[in-house]
């Protein structure tokens, strides 16, 4: 696996080997040794999540607060997402700011998320089947989130609001600037 860097800090986006010959291809979706030897990030995973969405869906932007914040590790199995995360971390040097990649079921790209971070994704595909593995466990009192089109953050979905479809709670996910008075 290749690891590099992004933008923001502690962000990294994952590029795996991926093996194909004539029956299919084969690749190691996590390597928790390599991850820590090319990051010096020591993370113990203990949730996998896997959702099915069709095109147009957002899903975000969410986290977990406090003690039930959670570091992910998200990746596209089927289809093509728009993957968004944004460190809100006080204090961080990159604290505000946003990353966009595409994840898809061809070069296989992961992101690894921090703690401390917002995140979402826009399916860009139908039947895309997205998964992630999660360093907490889920607890819903602990569930947080922006609003997708939030003024500050400014960020480029690529389609437009009316062509989206978002849960009725996502729909009304505070304003970021509003985290944090
Ligand atoms: C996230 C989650 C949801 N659920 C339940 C709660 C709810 O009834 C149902 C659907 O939940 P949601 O609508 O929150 O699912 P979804 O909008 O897909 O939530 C996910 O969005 C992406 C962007 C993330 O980053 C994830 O961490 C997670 O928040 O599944 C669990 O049981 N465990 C979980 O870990």
Not at 51 to 56: A, D, H, I, N, T
Not at 57 to 70: E, I, S, Y
Not at 123 to 133: A, M, P, S
Not at 153 to 173: A, F, T, V
Request: aromatic content about 12%.
């Amino acid at each position: 696996m290749t690891i590099t860097p992004t933008p923001l800090k502690d962000c990294y986006i994952i590029q795996p080997q991926i093996f194909e010959d004539e029956r299919g291809y084969f690749f190691e979706s996590f390597n928790q040794r390599d991850f820590e030897e090319q990051t010096g990030i020591r993370v113990d995973f203990v949730q996998d999540n896997q959702s099915q969405s069709s095109k147009g869906v957002l899903r975000g932007l969410h986290f977990q607060k406090g003690a039930f914040a959670q570091a992910k590790l998200v990746r596209v199995v089927k289809g093509k997402v728009l993957d968004v995360c944004v460190d809100i971390r006080k204090g961080s040097p990159t604290f505000g700011q946003h990353f966009s990649v595409v994840l898809d079921d061809i070069e296989h790209k992961q992101l690894y998320i921090p703690r401390g971070f917002a995140h979402g994704f826009l399916v860009l595909e139908n039947d895309t089947i997205f998964t992630y593995k999660c360093d907490n466990y889920y607890n819903s009192a602990s569930e947080s989130g922006i609003i997708f089109n939030d003024r500050t953050l400014n960020i480029d979905w690529g389609m437009p609001d009316s062509q989206l479809i978002i849960s009725e709670k996502d729909q009304n996910l505070p304003l970021f600037d509003t985290l944090y008075m």
